[in-house]
């Protein structure tokens, strides 16, 4: 389904462990700019910065509650909300994001360090080292999930106890509670691989966030982010933009009873940057980009964007 390369480029991690992508199909233009409108209950000269929550606009200090709100309404449900969002695809989607990056300690190399942000219920993390372990025969590396949402990590702690990671003495997994805009429990260049999946569009400071993957990588780390984003086929687009704004909601009401989050999941996606706009925004961090910028998986709906830190 997916086409596959190799990136080619030296990528030193420190402290001599190998880390290489494989090479996709990516594309550049101008950069993204979150409209920052001033809030008209006040006066001229007195304005606030403001940001969007779906397709509302809000106090950018409000929208990290707001965010928080719907995460913690959806956390027991997540795989639920995201099967409905993707046709139940992005099992597949994270699964090809893990093989893909193909991280681990190589021969001779040294255990890597991975952050997983907005990482909160695991899936992703449990998978990369699952894939270290397999393919590179990895049980070394150690894992940090951080989660600005307590209840997302709830979520995650109780996968982790009922895992064969549980296990391990000592154990190689650390939740912490982190906006990811900020991540000032992290130390600067001491991370080799960074992955957020589908969680970088609920930043209210998407630039912000990026420059904080930056600043915790180290030399050589490797930025990785799966996250919805535009189809780019007009009759695709039309369809499913209108299974995503009548038919997700309802699925929430259904499943879930709970309508409201759904459809600001919907609309964050809609209000998301285009693939060519985010990975501007990768490259105004100060991240090498390589080729393109971005792999599309099926036709857009979603995007793996990776940055190298040189």
Not at 1 to 28: D, E, G, P, Q, V
Request: aromatic share 10%.
């Amino acid at each position: 389904m997916f086409l596959k390369s190799t990136l080619k480029s030296s990528i030193s991690l420190n402290r001599s462990a190998n880390a290489y992508l494989n090479k996709k199909s990516f594309s550049s233009s101008s950069l993204y700019f979150n409209n920052i409108n001033p809030n008209p209950n006040k006066n001229s000269s007195d304005h606030d910065p403001t940001t969007h929550f779906g397709f509302k606009t809000v106090l950018q200090d409000e929208k990290e509650k707001l965010v928080h709100n719907v995460f913690s309404s959806v956390a027991s449900s997540y795989d639920v909300m995201n099967d409905a969002m993707s046709f139940g695809i992005h099992r597949l989607w994270k699964d090809h994001f893990i093989k893909r990056l193909d991280a681990g300690m190589r021969p001779g190399g040294q255990p890597l360090q991975f952050l997983d942000v907005a990482g909160g219920t695991g899936d992703i993390a449990f998978g990369l080292l699952d894939h270290a372990a397999k393919n590179h025969k990895d049980t070394k590396s150690t894992m940090t999930i951080a989660d600005i949402n307590t209840d997302m990590l709830k979520e995650g702690q109780n996968r982790y106890s009922k895992s064969k990671f549980a296990l391990e003495n000592p154990s190689r997994i650390q939740f912490i509670e982190q906006n990811g805009e900020i991540l000032d429990k992290v130390p600067d260049n001491s991370k080799d691989i960074y992955t957020i999946a589908f969680g970088i569009r609920n930043f209210t400071n998407i630039q912000a966030g990026l420059n904080a993957a930056f600043r915790v990588l180290k030399p050589g780390g490797i930025f990785a982010c799966l996250e919805f984003s535009k189809v780019n086929n007009t009759i695709l687009n039309s369809i499913y933009k209108n299974y995503s704004f009548t038919m997700i909601p309802l699925m929430g009401q259904l499943i879930a009873n709970d309508r409201d989050s759904y459809q600001y999941l919907v609309e964050s996606i809609e209000k998301f940057p285009s693939q060519e706009n985010f990975s501007n925004m990768i490259r105004k961090a100060g991240f090498y980009v390589p080729d393109k910028g971005f792999e599309n998986l099926t036709f857009g709906v979603a995007a793996i964007h990776i940055g190298v830190k040189v």
